[in-house]
């Protein structure tokens, strides 16, 4: 972890504490789960409830804290339709098992008449005992056919749910790599998307570059113009951030209102080029309060961007990158900075 990031989850980890002390929450997990999720602003509708109930005037109790810790965070969505999936997978297949060993038996059972019948036929048989022997055989071969009718329609129904279960997992798999708030990929999927980019930078021995990105003032224009608003500047930096990759790369929510993006197959003069293609999109893109149609003016963002080394760990990239973020910051926002201009300004520092 970088210092940059360790500061970061620092105060993060402050504004949670403050929150339990102003209510006298105590400090179990849960409740400090439930407030640090609520200072990084990952989970918009848990920080709409929250800001609503602080707009009421309501002061925060403990539970209240039980209640909002149960509803956004205790019960997983994704892992309750996952439970659900499994479950009709478990059901659906024991009822092909089912069917499968009473036609089993039966076809045991028919199987018997079968040889019974040979070994009556091989005795000799006269016209009655032939009748009644005939009979037998052909309503065991009905019930053979019945069964086996049942068998095909379970393995049928079975096809046709499991193509259903399979759409509901692939479905429940995509919304948990996405940010609920801005649709782009969330942090979970960028940290696998990033080990994978550098195991195949490696192996293939081609550049690969992380660009971080931060939205400049954004606590400021927040706590101006409010959270609704504070929401549309983050989906409006997502769409441009996601619109001006393509290929492989892969755009995420790294955090609150930074921003990443992985870009394999690209050395660090491309990477600088999409980072300040983006910068300029952000840039460009006037902000209107949706309620009132009210001009609240341009957002800008910081970019820092890193190449990837033969020695790169995810920890090593993100934090050289990072570094960079915060010399544009340092420098005046609204610009990109890469690891060879950071490291000339260093040296001439020196």
Do not use: W
Not at 80 to 91: G, T
Not at 244 to 256: E, T, V
């Amino acid at each position: 972890m970088s210092e940059q990031e360790f500061k970061r989850a620092l105060g993060y980890a402050t504004s949670a504490l403050d929150l339990l002390k102003r209510g006298s929450i105590p400090p179990y997990p849960q409740f400090y789960e439930l407030l640090y999720t609520y200072a990084t602003g990952v989970n918009p509708a848990l920080n709409s409830r929250i800001n609503s109930i602080f707009r009421d005037g309501a002061a925060p109790t403990e539970d209240l804290a039980e209640k909002l810790y149960n509803e956004f965070l205790k019960s997983q969505d994704a892992n309750d339709r996952i439970s659900s999936v499994s479950q009709r997978m478990q059901d659906r297949i024991g009822a092909v098992n089912d069917a499968i060993d009473t036609a089993m038996a039966t076809a045991v059972s028919y199987s018997g008449s079968l040889q019974a019948a040979t070994g009556d036929l091989e005795g000799g048989l006269d016209a009655a005992k032939m009748r009644e022997m005939t009979i037998k055989l052909l309503r065991d071969t009905q019930r053979m056919q019945e069964t086996n009718r049942a068998l095909e329609g379970k393995l049928e129904a079975s096809r046709e749910d499991i193509a259903g279960l399979q759409r509901d997992l692939d479905e429940v798999r995509r919304e948990s790599m996405l940010d609920p708030l801005t649709k782009i990929f969330n942090r979970k999927c960028f940290d696998e998307g990033l080990a994978k980019a550098l195991r195949d930078a490696a192996h293939d021995g081609v550049p690969m570059c992380l660009m971080l990105v931060d939205i400049d003032h954004f606590k400021q224009f927040n706590d101006t113009y409010g959270h609704q608003t504070g929401d549309q500047v983050l989906r409006l930096v997502a769409m441009t951030l996601k619109s001006n990759i393509k290929g492989k790369d892969l755009a995420a929510r790294y955090g609150g209102e930074e921003f990443a993006a992985i870009l394999p197959q690209t050395d660090l003069e491309g990477a600088t080029i999409v980072a300040e293609n983006i910068r300029r999109a952000i840039q460009a893109k006037e902000l209107l309060k949706r309620s009132t149609s009210e001009k609240l003016g341009r957002i800008t963002a910081s970019f820092g961007v890193a190449m990837f080394t033969a020695s790169d760990t995810s920890s090593t990239i993100i934090e050289r990158a990072d570094r960079c973020l915060y010399a544009a910051k340092h420098a005046g926002r609204n610009r990109v900075i890469t690891e060879t201009e950071l490291a000339k300004s260093e040296t001439q520092a020196a």
